[in-house]
């Protein structure tokens, strides 16, 4: 891909797809869902032609879901695990909250980030398997078929109640986020500010492969 003037490439198109449906995916399957769940939530199954479509719509939505769940984990695992920097970058909660002085520069993720993704794996993995349960509550056994229930309706409100500030940090908090994983890249003065490790240690790897050629 062609370099841009002053920007730097931070996504690539697997990435972004892998974001785009697990995303819509978890989005899609709340919506069906609340419309199975509630009758006040009625008319969302009315608009998707009935209760047994949105039933099946909802399932769809789900092995969705589960597929591009493992292939986030595969895919950012690596990059999402702890590092020494991310105590303290939680310590100050990343200056979100109140003035940080002496904020370590993140990597690829910032500590927040690190955070939702793993809540996210978590959270997700009870979801898909309570899910499979309550596919076919009648195969297993009675208090089992219970816990997916209770533990699935838990899971995704936990995980909606985190989604919606991911939307809110990603979009009006941090103008430039949202661009990334529609476009794939950001300016280099965003990567600066809330990526100076990953490009610094981008920029090293750059430097020592020209000097290998």
């Not at 699935?152 to 103008?175: K, R």
Request: proline share 3%.
């Amino acid at each position: 891909m062609a370099k841009r003037e002053g920007m730097v490439r931070v996504t690539d198109a697997t990435e972004r797809i892998t974001h785009w449906l697990l995303a819509g995916s978890c989005l899609f399957a709340l919506l069906t869902g609340l419309g199975l769940m509630f009758h006040q939530w009625e008319i969302i199954p009315t608009l998707l032609g009935g209760y047994y479509a949105t039933k099946w719509m909802h399932i769809f939505s789900g092995v969705v879901f589960a597929v591009s769940l493992i292939a986030a984990m595969i895919m950012w695992w690596h990059e999402c695990k702890f590092v020494a920097d991310d105590g303290k970058w939680i310590m100050q909660a990343g200056g979100y909250l109140w003035e940080a002085e002496d904020l370590p520069p993140a990597g690829m993720y910032n500590a927040g980030q690190k955070i939702f993704f793993w809540f996210v794996v978590v959270f997700g993995i009870i979801i898909v398997l309570s899910g499979l349960v309550m596919w076919n509550p009648l195969v297993f056994p009675v208090v089992l078929a219970r816990w997916a229930y209770m533990l699935h309706v838990m899971s995704v409100f936990a995980v909606a109640s985190f989604v919606i500030a991911h939307i809110y940090l990603g979009t009006f908090a941090n103008p430039g986020t949202v661009q990334i994983m529609f476009t794939g890249w950001a300016t280099k003065a965003y990567c600066e500010e809330h990526k100076g490790r990953w490009l610094a240690d981008r920029e090293l790897k750059a430097e020592a492969e020209s000097a290998a050629e």
